[in-house]
């Protein structure tokens, strides 16, 4: 989880790679289902509604078979949501700053809270209001910064296996023949 930008599908595509695992994008399960763009539904629907699919989707796939799955950056918003994904899986948080996150999205046309005058200043509330939710929720943070994105895969895979939740994908010293 983390804001919008913070790479959660790309991150966890490759996670669930080298995992083995099959991947699953919550905000892709929402959009199959409506059957229109989450920006389309903001639009006639408005975001209330949205949120009630998507708490109904993230119970949905959280209670299903192991996979990685990528959430929606408002997953946090619902208590519910919050309970049920922490107790569920292993939650990872991408942290980034609003700075960051501005120059990957500023050419965004999908995301339906970024389309305003000033989208800096939106995701630096956006920020402010989740990062306390999502580090509430996350068992790990990383901070996505500079690394490429098989950096933070393996930063993810490092803290799971020093954890004992997944096991060493490789030896930590090569052993002497
Ligand atoms: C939202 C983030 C979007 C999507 C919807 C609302 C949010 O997902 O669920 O537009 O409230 O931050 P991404 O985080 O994948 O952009």
Redesign the pocket.
């Known amino acids: 989880m ?5 790479g ?2 790309t991150v966890g595509r490759q996670l669930s790679r080298r995992l083995q695992l099959p991947f699953l ?3 892709h399960v ?1 959009e199959q289902r409506l059957g229109c763009s ?2 389309e539904y ?1 639009e006639h629907a408005g ?1 209330e509604r ?1 949120r009630e699919i ?1 708490s109904s989707v993230l119970d949905e796939i959280s209670r299903g078979e192991p996979a990685v799955i ?6 946090v ?1 619902r208590p519910m949501n919050r309970q049920r994904l922490r107790e569920r899986g292993q939650v990872v948080y991408l942290r980034s700053t609003p700075e960051e996150l501005f120059r990957r999205l500023r050419h965004d046309r ?4 970024l389309q305003v005058e000033d989208p800096l200043q939106r995701l630096r509330d ?1 920020y402010e209001e ?1 990062d306390p939710l999502y580090r509430e929720t996350a068992h790990f943070v990383i901070e996505t910064g500079r690394p490429s994105v098989a950096t933070l895969v393996n930063m993810i895979l490092m803290q799971l296996e020093m954890a004992g939740l997944v096991a060493p994908s490789q030896p930590a010293v090569t052993p002497k023949t």
């Open positions: 983390g804001l919008p930008g913070s959660k599908s994008d919550s905000d929402i989450i920006r903001f975001e949205f998507e990528s959430t929606g950056g408002g997953s918003l999908k995301r339906p809270l956006l989740r």
